[in-house]
């Protein structure tokens, strides 16, 4: 089924800019915001409020500048000490290796999510390749909706654009999806509730879409399998009245093959 513009049924999240002016400051600092955001290149310290008080002070202007940010910068601004400055370029200089699909989310592309940036990163395998796509091969994507396609294709051919991929292609290296995993998750549709000991939410979910499960924020019935790590909370409760199966965090783990 083609993912449409609005009705999709990921019913995933894009950077949306409503601004007519593009250049004008709550577009670009909400621009920036959704590069350094948990789900996209993941800088810790680099909110909305610093963002905008570096664009103000004119550090930054787009998501490269980031890059040539100093200690020195950040330490002069108001409110901002050595050590402040410190912990947010070793947090910028912490993103600078990032899997082709956050970095893809990062762009903002309009209309594409987490999950369109997933698609796009396991089919291509690396940037170089989306950037030259055609229409035709867009479009020839499962996931991919016509609208989405001429989104995507646009994107990689405006030229400010162009000019910001090359500066931040020179500061980022981009790790490219390996090759798959067992996908014995294949079709299963999964709920992670609760705290996991051994790893993260977002490492947990990156294993299971490598093993070709799907990820659910709630439960239903349309459910297959619940992992249930400490204080799981009423998601658990949820697969326990619907009969569906639970699993716990080291069974979790033996799926894995961990």
């Not at 909400?30 to 909110?47: N, P, V, W």
């Not at 008080?53 to 910068?73: P, Q, S």
């Not at 000490?81 to 082709?100: F, M, P, T």
């Not at 170089?128 to 867009?138: F, R, S, Y």
């Amino acid at each position: 089924m083609k993912r449409q513009e609005i009705s999709d049924k990921k019913k995933e999240k894009s950077a949306g800019y409503f601004c007519a002016n593009k250049k004008c400051f709550a577009v670009n600092r909400r621009r920036i915001s959704h590069f350094t955001s948990r789900a996209a290149m993941d800088i810790e310290g680099l909110g909305p409020k610093i963002i905008g008080k570096l664009i103000e002070e004119g550090l930054i202007r787009d998501a490269a500048d980031i890059y040539e940010l100093k200690e020195g910068d950040l330490a002069a601004l108001e409110r901002f000490g050595e050590k402040s400055a410190a912990n947010l370029v070793a947090s910028i200089n912490k993103s600078r290796q990032v899997a082709l699909n956050r970095f893809i989310n990062a762009l903002g592309i309009l209309h594409v999510g987490e999950e369109t940036a997933i698609d796009l990163a396991n089919h291509f395998k690396n940037i170089k390749k989306i950037k030259e796509a055609d229409l035709e091969t867009l479009n020839a994507l499962p996931n991919v909706g016509g609208v989405m396609t001429k989104s995507i294709y646009e994107w990689f051919r405006d030229p400010q654009n162009e000019k910001l991929l090359e500066r931040l292609l020179k500061e980022i290296k981009i790790e490219n999806p390996k090759e798959k995993k067992n996908q014995n998750l294949a079709g299963l549709s999964i709920v992670l509730t609760g705290e996991l000991q051994s790893m993260a939410r977002d490492q947990a979910k990156e294993a299971i879409r490598e093993r070709g499960g799907d990820i659910s924020s709630s439960v239903s019935s349309q459910t297959d399998l619940v992992v249930a790590g400490r204080d799981p909370g009423s998601k658990f409760d949820k697969a326990r009245e619907l009969g569906v199966k639970i699993v716990g965090e080291e069974e979790f783990l033996k799926m894995l093959g961990s």
